[in-house]
């Protein structure tokens, strides 16, 4: 079980959208949806994530307060860390954690977004 206290990360959630540029293409971009705090543990051990550790893939938990805004999160967008700016792209839609209060999410940094 996770408490408050362990939320130590602030990570912004981003969602890529299309907007148009000055020649009327479409642009992808990665716009802010809002930040929050959040818990990082990394995975290790199986020989899936070793093998993705091999290929500088970094799989990892995050997990976050739930609420409204956050069970709007889906796969298709990514958290960048505040701190240190990694990237992670969310592999998974959030799951509510044992404890309801937590949603938790499969995420992968190293990787291209």
Same mark, same amino acid.
């Given at each position: $079980?996770?408490?408050?206290?362990?939320? #130590?990360?602030?990570?912004?959630? @981003?969602?890529? @959208? %299309?907007? /148009? =540029?000055?020649?009327?293409? &479409?642009?992808?971009?990665?716009?802010?949806?809002?930040?929050?705090?959040?818990? +990082?543990?990394?995975?290790?051990?199986? /020989?899936? !994530? $070793?093998?993705?550790?091999? /290929?500088?893939?970094?799989?990892?938990?995050?997990?976050? +307060?739930?609420?409204? +805004?956050? +069970? &709007? !999160? &889906?796969? #298709?967008?990514?958290?960048? =860390?505040?701190? =240190?700016?990694? !990237?992670?792209?969310?592999? /998974?839609?959030?799951?509510?954690? =044992?404890?309801?209060?937590?949603? @938790? $999410?499969?995420? @992968? %940094? %190293?990787?291209?977004?």
């Amino acid at each position: $079980m996770i408490g408050g206290g362990k939320l #130590d990360r602030r990570l912004r959630f @981003e969602k890529r @959208e %299309g907007q /148009e =540029d000055q020649y009327g293409n &479409t642009v992808s971009t990665w716009v802010l949806q809002f930040t929050e705090a959040a818990h +990082r543990v990394w995975l290790r051990g199986g /020989e899936t !994530v $070793m093998a993705a550790r091999l /290929e500088s893939r970094q799989p990892v938990i995050i997990t976050i +307060r739930n609420s409204a +805004r956050a +069970r &709007t !999160v &889906t796969a #298709d967008w990514r958290a960048v =860390d505040t701190r =240190d700016g990694r !990237v992670y792209n969310l592999r /998974e839609n959030p799951k509510e954690s =044992d404890n309801r209060g937590y949603l @938790e $999410m499969l995420a @992968e %940094g %190293g990787v291209a977004t």
